[in-house]
């Protein structure tokens, strides 16, 4: 079953996964060579090509129409070059191009009506939580199930989707590690996107964390697969909604601050109504704050996952003004373990053994019905965030 060779490959590194969630690099590293410059809107264009001059910086990239520039400086220099541009009047702000990384209630009433027949609905404890087993590993005598659920400890999904299930007008742009388009609970909801580490169109998935989000927020309910036909794999909490696509981190889950503002820009010429952000670090970047600033002056609600850390230092971009900071709760309405937590800490949702979509590459064929896709548990906040982003969609 796909399933069951996800976990199997999984379960040790989820060990880990539940104490810290994922290993984090070190921190405030960048990208040598390259510093990112915002130039004053009042800055024309003979204004900018004079602050490079003088300080000895070279234009590699842009954002069209907010003044934010990629530039390669000597390696070694960043430090002394930033200096130099901080001079100039018409800088705003000039910082190192930063490193940032994917971090890998109340009881029910009578009961809700919408309750999908997909295949492993019944263990999305986040949508809906009777206190059902769950992390069920295929055994020689059945399946084994691992854990188990607090009733009520969940984000009353199927209640919501009595009044609706979104509409594919919503688009939410996941901005990641990009998006396997060609799952079966996904393909039909894939609006396009770009790949900003490689710079094409193609933002296909070859890490597993975007996949996993874009699954949360929006995978189909009762679509069906096999022969003969069964509702396929998982359900998104907006599973209507569609999804734009942008990869921004390369296959070892890191990415750059210039990359993740040329993605919220993107979005945002791209008609995305909810950006999620399920990644960051502790280091304040002005360039990124800005990028996140015009979005939500644009009317996007952005969605960001507020760290693995487990402790209240601020994760950014989650911590900026104006982005829903989410935490992740557990199977039991618990604050998980590794969620940072405090007062710049908007909501939590469930992110704690989350079911989700996984790139297809990663499972071997199969072709039971209902199960023709590829699913994986991971746990984070980066898994807590598409929860909100979804309820955003519906909302």
Not at 128 to 147: K, P, R, V
Not at 169 to 189: E, F, M
Not at 212 to 219: E, K, P
Not at 222 to 242: D, F, H, I, Q, Y
């Amino acid at each position: 079953m796909r399933l069951g060779k996800v976990v199997a490959c999984l379960t040790l590194a989820l060990f880990a996964v539940v104490a810290q969630a994922s290993a984090q690099p070190a921190r405030g590293r960048a990208v040598t060579g390259q510093i990112v410059v915002t130039f004053a809107p009042s800055a024309n264009a003979n204004a900018r090509a004079a602050a490079h001059r003088v300080a000895r910086g070279r234009q590699l990239n842009e954002i069209p129409g907010r003044g934010v520039a990629l530039v390669a400086v000597p390696d070694g220099d960043e430090a002394d070059a930033i200096a130099r541009y901080r001079r100039n009047p018409n800088v705003v702000a000039a910082e190192p191009n930063y490193i940032r990384h994917v971090p890998v209630p109340t009881a029910h009433g009578s009961g809700p009506t919408v309750v999908p027949g997909d295949h492993y609905f019944g263990q999305q404890w986040a949508l809906h939580n009777t206190g059902q087993e769950f992390y069920c590993i295929a055994w020689i005598f059945g399946d084994l199930c691992l854990l188990q659920g607090t009733a009520g400890a969940d984000i009353h999904a199927p209640e919501a989707w009595e009044i609706s299930t979104g509409t594919p007008a919503i688009l939410v742009a996941v901005i990641d590690t990009g998006v396997d388009y060609t799952h079966p609970d996904l393909a039909s909801h894939y609006a396009g996107g770009y790949d900003y580490v490689s710079n094409d169109l193609d933002p296909l998935d070859d890490h597993g964390h975007g996949t996993h989000v874009a699954g949360t927020i929006a995978a189909s309910l009762g679509n069906l697969t096999g022969n003969p036909a069964a509702a396929e794999g998982v359900v998104g909490v907006a599973p209507e909604a569609r999804i734009l696509a942008y990869k921004v981190c390369a296959a070892d889950g890191t990415c750059n601050d210039f990359a993740v503002s040329q993605a919220v820009a993107q979005a945002v010429a791209d008609g995305a109504k909810v950006i999620n952000l399920s990644l960051g670090d502790t280091v304040w970047s002005e360039s990124l704050n800005q990028s996140v600033q015009a979005a939500w002056n644009a009317g996007v609600v952005i969605v960001g996952g507020a760290g693995n850390d487990g402790t209240t230092a601020p994760f950014y971009p989650a911590a900026f003004d104006n982005v829903i900071s989410v935490g992740a709760f557990d199977e039991d309405h618990k604050r998980a373990s590794f969620s940072n937590y405090g007062s710049w800490v908007d909501v939590s949702a469930p992110g704690n053994y989350i079911l989700s979509t996984y790139p297809m590459s990663k499972c071997e064929e199969a072709g039971t019905p209902g199960d023709t896709g590829c699913y994986a548990w991971n746990s984070g906040t980066s898994m807590a965030t598409p929860h909100v982003a979804g309820a955003a969609a519906l909302i």
